[in-house]
């Protein structure tokens, strides 16, 4: 098992301006996160007065916080080259910056997300054998949670891209659940070994050839990420982002037919009120906020992006999971593997995609 820093010692910066909700959730956030028992030290960024203002009304008592003013803000609708040439006044950078120079361990942030890619990839740089960052997401699944990626950032990939998804993803996993052989698997239209397309084959046989250490289960289908049978499934940015806003918006139809069901008469009302601890429970189950903060995995520093609407619970919980990554050393486990897997990749007579094309 790895050996990990003691959360105190730790410091996450926090781009306050972020985010649809607004500084006074985020520090509420933040606020929640601290009587829960984050430890780590908290670098707020963004506009002094207005930090000051959100922790007079979400204080937090004597936990260890510092304020960085910066004056500028990356706007939801910026687009990436735009945040960049105006960026280095604001939150966003600033908070970023604080981790490349060492001050910060982790930076959280509610905010733009292709503005926070562009500014994470030009101050922190890829791991070396990486070629793109990945957006990763937690799946409940019924051993509990999942790590699903790409979920947006790399429309198209290559085979090798698709390895380092599974290593990035394979060290992510174990770094929040210390399970040492975290199951891998390879999102595909069905399981047998000649199913996909060429790339995903190549991608397949490099792994089961290259990484013999990775519990590599090979393909999976759709129905597969939320059994508890696989912990990381792989993919490119296209179809899993597709699969999440799917997930996404199956969840939110279910609980509506749940709620129709259960307010539809007195019965069914007499019947919900006698569940209601249960109810509850489902509700904290499948509440997104349960989930949120999704490293960008590939980056030289850790960066997590909040969803951009999260209110003080989702904020609260990527607070929680940036310290347990921050006080885990899986960056250095990604960087570690995926020189052994490159190297012996090189050997790995995968298929001619541009012959097997014609």
Not at 26 to 36: K, S, T, Y
Not at 82 to 92: I, T
Not at 157 to 169: D, K, N, S
Not at 341 to 355: G, P
Request: glycine share 10%; with cysteine.
């Amino acid at each position: 098992m790895a050996m990990q820093m003691d959360r105190t010692a730790l410091t996450l910066a926090v781009d306050v301006m972020g985010g649809d909700k607004g500084p006074k959730e985020v520090i509420h956030g933040a606020q929640i996160a601290v009587n829960r028992g984050l430890q780590a030290k908290l670098l707020l960024v963004g506009r002094e007065n207005i930090i000051e203002e959100a922790l007079a009304e979400h204080p937090i008592g004597d936990h260890p916080v510092e304020i960085q003013h910066a004056d500028g803000v990356v706007a939801m609708d910026d687009k990436p080259a735009r945040a960049l040439r105006r960026s280095k006044d604001s939150s966003m950078w600033g908070a970023v910056a604080s981790v490349k120079e060492g001050r910060a361990d982790g930076v959280i942030s509610c905010g733009n997300t292709g503005a926070l890619m562009a500014i994470s990839r030009l101050q922190l740089r890829m791991i070396e054998g990486i070629d793109r960052p990945a957006a990763s997401a937690l799946w409940p699944s019924r051993s509990g949670k999942a790590v699903v990626l790409d979920v947006g950032a790399n429309v198209e990939v290559t085979a090798e891209q698709l390895v380092q998804f599974a290593i990035m993803g394979e060290a992510y996993y174990r770094a929040l659940t210390e399970k040492e052989r975290p199951v891998v698997g390879l999102l595909n239209v069905g399981e047998e070994d000649l199913k996909g397309n060429t790339l995903i084959r190549n991608a397949a046989k490099i792994l089961r050839e290259a990484d013999p250490e990775m519990a590599f289960c090979g393909f999976v289908e759709g129905n597969d990420i939320s059994s508890g049978e696989v912990d990381v499934v792989v993919t490119d940015g296209f179809t899993g982002n597709i699969a999440l806003k799917t997930a996404e918006g199956t969840a939110r139809l279910v609980g509506a037919w749940v709620k129709e069901a259960l307010t539809s008469n007195l019965m069914a009302k007499a019947g919900a009120a006698l569940m209601m601890p249960s109810l509850k429970k489902l509700k904290t189950r499948m509440d997104p906020a349960s989930v949120n903060g999704a490293p960008l995995l590939g980056l030289g520093g850790l960066v997590v992006k909040s969803h951009g609407g999260a209110e003080a619970e989702g904020i609260c919980s990527a607070l929680m999971t940036t310290e347990e990554l921050a006080a885990h050393p899986f960056l250095d486990a990604i960087a570690k593997t995926v020189a052994s897997v490159n190297d012996r990749a090189k050997s790995v007579d995968v298929e001619d995609i541009a012959a097997a094309a014609e």
